[in-house]
Nanobody, 130 residues
Framework: QVQLVESGGGLVQPGGSLRLSCAAS????????IGWFRQVPGKEREGVSC????????YYLDSVKGRFTISRDNAKNAVFLQMSSLSPEDTAVYYC???????????????????????WGQGTQVTVSS
């Protein structure tokens, strides 16, 4: 059973930084994608950034390009999201998610179409406020 556990959320002032971590376990192969999604009340969950465990290819939501960086540590089955220059519009619950690459082919598809996601973490709150 795949399990995803997020950590690192919290309260940060505008312009500040946070680093989210996702600890993954239970994968039976090395051919998967992990991503970060976020959701605010009343809105659909959106893909923020996704990364392939296979070739390291990445995808970023346009609004976070240049501010967020996704990275992985395959040896530890961990994925990180370094968030900088945070604004109140980044306030949301952030979820770690995973799916086999055989289901999606590209990480972009995972991030753009959350319905492909097979596994979800419990979420971690990120609040950007002064």
């Amino acid at each position: 059973q795949v399990q995803l556990v997020e950590s690192g959320g919290g309260l940060v002032q505008p312009g500040g930084s946070l680093r989210l971590s996702c600890a993954a376990s239970g994968f039976t192969s090395d051919y998967y994608a992990i991503g970060w999604f976020r959701q605010v009340p009343g809105k659909e969950r959106e893909g923020v950034s996704c990364i392939s465990s296979s070739d390291g290819s990445t995808y970023y939501l346009d609004s976070v390009k240049g501010r967020f960086t996704i990275s992985r540590d395959n040896a530890k089955n961990a994925v990180f999201l370094q968030m900088s220059s945070l604004s109140p519009e980044d306030t949301a619950v952030y979820y770690c998610a995973a799916v086999s690459l055989r289901m999606i082919a590209t990480v972009q598809r995972m991030c753009v179409f959350p319905a492909y996601v097979r596994y979800w973490g419990q979420g971690t709150q990120v609040t950007v406020s002064s």
